[in-house]
């Protein structure tokens, strides 16, 4: 027999949990109160969580704890407290984003089970084997995949793969967006998103929201979803009500039990504008876009009616062995789906002096199972010539063993845990040199002088197809950027590295952990970038074992906290540059080029501020307006090993101008710029 889809629903509180559960879910994911990435829903107490495991554990269903965000190296106690609870509490496995708080979950809860957030951008291959060789034993994967980039991931290996079937869409790759934190404090990979997607940017078309996407449905394409290998459809919305979570989770449910659904109320319960398909089909544009308008409010209202509360299945098989031998006592055993079983005794058995009780009365009396989990399956009744057995003894039996079943079906089985704390190292790594690597964002912007001024330069993987000048004299010098997300074919990727190398280039810069692994693999001494959102000790540990061997620290990092990390390699910062705020696979400039090659284009905001868009391989980087500066603070620079320079469209003048201002350390910070996070510690 085929294994059912896994229906996976959100909860923001116990009481959705419940509602969750009861419409038909076979797991739920919900956020603690700390280092879960819906911060602003109510989210569980410990009280909570302990009620909502028993009580998905009585249904047969399991529960999943989202640990998903990037932790500082503050929080660690915090977190293995959390990690402790979560373990004593039954919880059936933990969802995070941050290399370190797996080490963590490693280190304190050996036998936890770990789920890989779609915050890790998980989007090949490459990722899916890389986190599954870390020890996750199922991947999110990224949202924006088609059906046949899923299916060629789910064919070729053995990790569980999840994908979400309905709701939001972020515009951003998840895990690569800092847009909230650059134009705030509040930060998407901590849990406190501040949807800037969802306000107005106008492009070169019509549309006034050109970062914001219409939600997801896929609940038609169930099936297809199952037979291409998912094993997990998940739901988002821990912060929606329990009317929406009840419909969605019963339309999954109903589709995937009879091929129907309640359509209309699926539709009506909340959109922006519709729904798309547009990812899992490839067919991206336009279409994809959408807001929440007031007609989409108007129509949630009768849904939410009718989807309002969720009653008890009985959906718990459970078969019955009732005897009852005049001058014995009255036995009933009971045993569920998954082996456990139970037995209540009552009086001893009468003879009946009138009618006595036969079968087909007992059977009726034992069938009622209303206000339980349990649908009986199997009866097995055992009786002598003329017994007599009355409701109440029937019932009372029938309600002890039900209840017994629930006491076993609601234990925790104990599991490991081990005492872990976190000791920072005394001895410092000493910084000889600050290094400059500049990170230029095409080809053409190289000169002899910029190659002169920096330690190292950065050229896109794919521009040495273009080269058409002898580097070889600087080969040393030289690495190349992986694309930070690329859909396509990996093989190109290999084979770029492949050329790369026959130039005698040494050095590669990658930025999800399945490209740093092909980098290592090919040979290159790698740059972890700031795409792996390193913002802890144990997650820059993590990073130089999965083969970094120089890491950028999250530009989400306050210089202080930054100072404070334990370094196991060395170590550098984002430390000039437009910080790249998105990266999509859906273009918002409303040019629709589907990432490719295409510059000058610009979103504007309401404010009039403009953000430049960097169109390449297959995907549209978003820049933040103004640059990050720290030329003028040089007793910042020299704490790191390395610097990064990252230009993007500017001339080659200018790069240099800005060069040497760094290196020359100018007093006067230019008239525009910011300074990041890295003189606010992001919530």
């Given at each position: 027999m085929t294994k059912k889809i896994e229906i996976l629903s959100p909860a923001g509180c116990l009481d959705i949990l419940i509602n969750a559960v009861n419409s038909g879910a076979d797991s739920i994911y919900f956020g603690g109160k700390n280092f879960n990435a819906r911060r602003n829903a109510m989210n569980f107490s410990e009280e909570d969580i302990i009620e909502g495991v028993k009580y998905a554990h009585l249904n047969g269903a399991r529960t999943y704890l989202t640990l998903n965000t990037v932790i500082f190296d503050d929080e660690y106690s915090a977190a293995v407290e959390e990690i402790k609870f979560a373990t004593k509490a039954g919880i059936d496995a933990i969802i995070v984003q941050d290399l370190g708080m797996l080490s963590l979950i490693k280190r304190v809860s050996p036998e936890m089970e770990v789920h890989a957030s779609t915050q890790l951008a998980a989007h090949s291959l490459s990722d899916v084997k890389a986190l599954e060789e870390m020890g996750f034993s199922r991947v999110v994967l990224a949202r924006e995949m088609s059906k046949d980039e899923i299916k060629y991931v789910a064919e070729n290996t053995s990790c569980e793969i999840e994908t979400f079937i309905h709701g939001a869409h972020c515009m951003s790759v998840s895990g690569q967006c800092f847009f909230s934190s650059a134009l705030g404090e509040r930060s998407g990979n901590r849990g406190l998103c501040a949807q800037v997607c969802r306000l107005p940017f106008k492009g070169a078309g019509k549309n006034e929201y050109t970062l914001s996407l219409k939600d997801m449905t896929l609940v038609d394409k169930l099936e297809e979803m199952h037979n291409i290998g998912i094993d997990t459809v998940k739901i988002e919305g821990r912060m929606k009500p329990r009317a929406y979570v009840?419909?969605?989770?019963?339309?999954?449910?109903?589709?995937?039990?009879?091929?129907?659904?309640?359509?209309?109320?699926?539709?009506?319960?909340?959109?922006?504008?519709?729904?798309?398909?547009g990812y899992f089909e490839g067919k991206l544009g336009k279409d994809m876009f959408g807001i929440r308008t007031e007609a989409d409010k108007v129509q949630s209202k009768e849904a939410e009616k009718k989807y309002a509360e969720s009653k008890i299945r009985n959906h718990i098989?459970?078969?019955?062995?009732?005897?009852?031998?005049?001058?014995?006592?009255?036995?009933?055993?009971?045993?569920?789906?998954?082996?456990?079983?139970?037995?209540?005794?009552?009086?001893?058995?009468?003879?009946?002096?009138?009618?006595?009780s036969d079968k087909e009365y007992i059977h009726d009396k034992l069938a009622?199972?209303?206000?339980?989990?349990?649908?009986?399956?199997?009866c097995d009744i055992t009786i002598s010539s003329s017994p007599f057995v009355s409701a109440s003894e029937i019932n009372s039996l029938r309600r002890e063993v039900c209840e017994k079943l629930d006491e076993m079906r609601m234990t925790i089985n104990e599991r490991v845990i081990k005492p872990y704390k976190f000791t920072r190292e005394n001895k410092k790594r000493e910084i000889t040199e600050t290094k400059y690597f500049t990170r230029l964002g095409n080809i053409s912007q190289l000169t002899k002088e910029i190659l002169d001024l920096s330690d190292v330069v950065i050229i896109p993987l794919f521009d040495i197809y273009k080269l058409d000048f002898d580097l070889s004299p600087f080969s040393g010098k030289i690495a190349v950027e992986l694309p930070r997300v690329y859909f396509e074919d990996e093989k190109k990727i290999s084979d770029a590295l492949d050329l790369a190398g026959k130039f005698r280039f040494t050095k590669a810069m990658a930025h999800t952990v399945g490209r740093v692994k092909m980098a290592k693999e090919n040979g290159f001494e790698v740059i972890g970038g700031f795409g792996l959102n390193i913002a802890n000790s144990l997650s820059f540990e993590g990073a130089n074992e999965l083969g970094a061997d120089m890491v950028t620290l999250s530009p989400e990092l306050t210089l202080s906290q930054m100072r404070n990390i334990v370094k196991t390699s060395p170590s550098g910062i984002f430390a000039y540059g437009k910080m790249p705020v998105m990266i999509t696979r859906n273009c918002p400039s409303g040019t629709h080029c589907k990432g490719r090659?295409?510059?000058?284009?610009?979103?504007?905001?309401?404010?009039?501020?403009?953000?430049e868009i960097s169109c390449r391989d297959g995907m549209s980087e978003i820049y933040n307006s103004l640059p990050i500066y720290l030329g003028d603070k040089p007793e910042e620079l020299i704490r790191h090993d390395f610097l990064i320079m990252h230009f993007t469209t500017e001339d080659s003048s200018d790069i240099v101008k800005v060069l040497k201002d760094y290196k020359q350390i100018k007093k006067d910070p230019p008239e525009n710029f910011t300074r990041g996070c890295y003189r606010r510690r992001v919530e």
């Open positions: 009840n419909c969605v989770t019963k339309a999954v449910y109903d589709m995937r039990e009879t091929g129907k659904y309640d359509k209309e109320s699926l539709h009506n319960i909340f959109s922006r504008s519709g729904f798309t398909d098989p459970v078969t019955f062995a009732f005897t009852a031998i005049e001058g014995e006592s009255l036995k009933l055993t009971a045993t569920d789906i998954d082996g456990n079983t139970v037995q209540a005794e009552g009086d001893i058995v009468q003879t009946a002096n009138n009618k006595p009622k199972l209303g206000g339980t989990v349990y649908e009986l399956t199997n090659d295409k510059k000058g284009c610009t979103i504007t905001d309401r404010k009039g501020v403009s953000f």
